[in-house]
């Protein structure tokens, strides 16, 4: 995969040339995509495990 530098110089210099606007709204739409997706499909949630019992309070009682 490409790296931003290399997005973003120009192709004389060895790059693709798409310059650092478009480099930055393609990451940023990559990005988005990600958060979207994750929201939408929740695979990045895992199943709670079984619960514990709440231990008693210590100290005064009333």
């Known amino acids: 995969m490409a790296s931003a530098t290399t997005l973003s ?8 040339g798409l310059g650092t606007v478009v ?9 988005l995509g990600l958060v979207v997706h ?3 499909t929740r695979r990045d949630v895992s199943e709670p495990g079984p ?3 709440p231990e008693p309070a210590r100290g005064r009682t009333a």
């Not at 110089?9 to 693709?16: E, I, K, M």
């Not at 480099?23 to 990005?31: C, G, K, Q, R, Y």
């Open 51 to 53: 619960q514990a019992e």
């Open 38 to 40: 994750l929201s939408v």
């Open 9 to 16: 110089q120009p192709t004389g210099d060895g790059g693709v």
């Open 23 to 31: 480099t930055s709204a393609l990451f940023l739409a990559v990005i």
